[in-house]
């Protein structure tokens, strides 16, 4: 194929939000899709933490700033610093905790107060647990949650369920994320790149 024929690739920077209660796996999610592998033992995150992957998606060479917020009640003044200029948000819950799920509109409000209506996938963690945790939110809770979501905002809201323990489709969910906020936008190349 001749250089005339192929399209070049637009390379973008995008900062991204994962958002949702402690303990859900933000931290973990973030680790395992850098390559850093699974760590035993929960740390709350301090404020916010920062990484930066690059990724090749479509035709886009992009640049992922990931901001893993704080789940904890007492950083929301300091987390919504984080906020400004997010491009898209990861909302994360804990398929084993029905709180984590329950709270999940408190996080769109500060999401939306914080960033507008931000592209976003809403992902169900821990599936590798689902089994070990009797009243765990069954998967037809979070994709209707999505769906109605969807309806909502006009525009659609993804449902992943990953483990960030086992790897299982973390990848997919950041890949998700990335295609969802490069079809939001009408003009990618001009507004990615500003």
Wanted: net charge positive; glycine share 10%.
């Amino acid at each position: 194929m001749s250089d005339d024929n192929q399209m070049k690739a637009i390379n973008a920077i995008l900062k991204l939000v994962l958002l949702g209660d402690g303990a859900v796996g933000k931290t973990t999610l973030r680790r395992r899709f850098l390559g850093e592998g699974f760590k035993a033992g929960y740390s709350a995150t301090i404020g916010a933490d920062f990484a930066i992957k690059r990724i090749n998606l479509e035709n886009y060479r992009l640049t992922f700033q990931i901001w893993d917020l704080a789940g904890q009640q007492r950083f929301a003044a300091v987390r919504e610093l984080y906020y400004r200029g997010s491009r898209g948000a990861l909302l994360v819950f804990d398929v084993t905790n029905p709180t984590s799920f329950q709270n999940l509109p408190s996080w769109l409000e500060e999401l939306w107060k914080k960033a507008g209506r931000v592209p976003m996938i809403l992902c169900g963690n821990k599936i590798d647990l689902r089994d070990e945790v009797p009243k765990s939110i069954p998967p037809e809770f979070g994709q209707e949650y999505a769906r109605r979501l969807s309806g909502a905002l006009g525009y659609e809201v993804p449902y992943i369920e990953t483990s960030a323990k086992t790897g299982e489709k973390v990848n997919e969910a950041f890949f998700l994320l990335g295609l969802s906020i490069i079809r939001s936008v009408k003009q990618p190349k001009t507004i990615l790149e500003g």
